[in-house]
């Protein structure tokens, strides 16, 4: 069953990025989190959007190109993968099954 994903509270949270990385606060727990480049890009994209998207959308964002186009790329997906879940993890983001 696929899933979708969104940001869980975007306008609770802050950021500050530079090269090698971003520190994100959550306001609703009062968390500080220190993210990679690749999971800040995965964040940020799910914010800015606003609204949920499935793993092939996100990728498509993410590499700007049709939402088909690196879905079955079992790389893109096992990459994404571990991000998405850590964001989970830490209560950044929450999958929707749809």
């Given at each position: ?12 949270c ?17 968390a ?18 606003g609204?949920?998207?499935?793993a ?43």
């Open positions: 069953m696929p899933c979708r994903w969104h940001a869980v509270a975007p306008g609770q802050r950021w500050h990025g530079w090269d090698d990385g971003f520190v994100f606060y959550d306001g609703r727990t009062a500080t989190h220190l993210l990679g480049p690749a999971t800040a890009a995965v964040l940020l994209t799910l914010i800015e959007t609204h949920p998207l499935s092939a959308e996100l990728t498509a964002m993410l590499y700007d190109e049709a939402p088909d186009a690196k879905a079955a790329d079992p790389e893109t997906s096992f990459t994404l993968g571990p991000i998405l879940a850590e964001l989970e993890r830490i209560g950044l983001v929450e999958r929707h099954l749809s």
